[in-house]
């Protein structure tokens, strides 16, 4: 009977035992459910990204980082690694206080398939993407992220290979023009006419502003403008205004008829008769005759063609006439008209008249009088 106990003794294992034993036993247990659980969420995420229903590749997970949201691909579960260990095992990407680059580690191991991690900042939001992408243009395109003709991407080339931690900001380019018009505005300009009487005007040529026009382009680079170029000018002539106008002087006589005249003197007017010493001989060698009158000639030259105004309702115009005498007494503005009689002298007696020099001193002034004939055979 003692034998017997003692061997049942022996084989009954102690608490301490025991203890360690269960120990192990759980943490194998825990290790293989984690390798488990970490096996089939790789291959849901393989499942994913490889789904030709795009819907599983826009996963929007919010996550607790500086990146705000996170667009993901594959779960963005990390592995820590110790520093000594020589291995990295599946989807690991950052080691401890440094990023990872695709490809072997230390041991040759290639890690080359695992996701790499993207920033980008697109549309005003900030993403953490996962991609297996082979560039970034692809990886973009997975997100169904599109760039319109004038956009581009800072950070990175479409083409170029995704890198862990890479930050992508795609820049979103917008155009607008404005237009700005000047005004030219037309000039008046006078042009003389000979044949136009002073005070005549005649427009010739319509005037009409012109203009030009200034187009800019204004570029806005994620609703910021950056840049305003001036991008088209378009000139439109102005029309200057040209009216004709005349200075021509011209009156009209108490008959109605347009006197046209280059200079008006007011003159000390008297008249006269032939005397017995002349008689009907003038200065310049031609008979005297109604029409004719005496002048200084350094006032009025000899041979000049006159008209000569009574501005006084007693006594009318003497009318056309030539400057063909002088006398010793007419001096300065004064003229001596001849006249048929002394009666005549009596009533024009001596008044200011305006005295014209005619435009035109090519006329017979003798032919426009109506006493010509009177005198035509003495």
């Avoid at 291959?43 to 500086?66: M, P, T, Y």
């Avoid at 820590?80 to 095992?89: L, M, S, Y």
């Avoid at 920033?119 to 997100?143: P, R």
């Avoid at 002539?237 to 009209?252: D, H, L, M, Q, V």
Wanted: charged share 25%; net charge negative; glycine share 8%.
């Amino acid at each position: 009977m003692k034998s017997i106990d003692i061997k049942k003794k022996k084989n009954k294992l102690s608490f301490p035992v025991k203890t360690l034993i269960f120990t192990l036993v759980s943490v194998i247990a825990i290790a293989a459910s984690g390798i488990i659980v970490f096996r089939l969420t790789s291959a849901e995420a393989d499942a994913a990204i490889n789904a030709e229903d795009n819907s599983l590749l826009l996963d929007l997970r919010k996550q607790e980082n500086v990146y705000g949201e996170t667009l993901v691909n594959y779960d963005p579960e990390q592995i820590a690694v110790p520093d000594d260990t020589d291995r990295v095992d599946d989807d690991v990407r950052e080691l401890p206080g440094e990023v990872y680059v695709p490809g072997e580690y230390e041991t040759g191991v290639d890690i080359s398939d695992a996701p790499v991690n993207l920033i980008v900042n697109v549309d005003g939001h900030n993403y953490s993407l996962l991609t297996k992408a082979g560039t970034v243009g692809e990886a973009l395109d997975e997100q169904h992220i599109t760039l319109g003709p004038s956009d581009y991407i800072t950070g990175g080339d479409l083409s170029a290979e995704p890198v862990p931690g890479m930050v992508i900001s795609v820049i979103r380019v917008n155009r607008k023009t404005r237009t700005e018009v000047e005004t030219l505005y037309y000039e008046t300009v006078y042009v003389w006419d000979k044949d136009m009487y002073e005070g005549e005007y005649e427009v010739l040529t319509k005037g009409k502003d012109g203009s030009i026009t200034r187009t800019y382009t204004l570029t806005y680079e994620n609703g910021e403008l950056v840049s305003e170029v001036l991008s088209d000018t378009k000139r439109v002539e102005k029309t200057n205004e040209r009216i004709a106008y005349g200075s021509r002087s011209s009156f009209s006589n108490s008959r109605g008829e347009r006197i046209d005249y280059t200079k008006c003197i007011v003159c000390y007017g008297t008249a006269y008769i032939p005397d017995a010493k002349w008689g009907y001989q003038t200065y310049v060698g031609q008979r005297a005759r109604p029409g004719v009158v005496a002048v200084d000639p350094d006032v009025i030259p000899l041979g000049t063609k006159l008209y000569i105004e009574s501005p006084y309702s007693d006594v009318g115009d003497y009318g056309y006439a030539i400057a063909w005498d002088i006398g010793g007494h007419v001096k300065g503005n004064w003229v001596d008209l001849f006249v048929e009689n002394m009666d005549m002298v009596y009533v024009w007696g001596a008044r200011d008249v305006n005295v014209y020099i005619l435009e035109d001193q090519s006329i017979d002034i003798f032919a426009l009088r109506s006493d010509y004939f009177v005198f035509m055979d003495r």
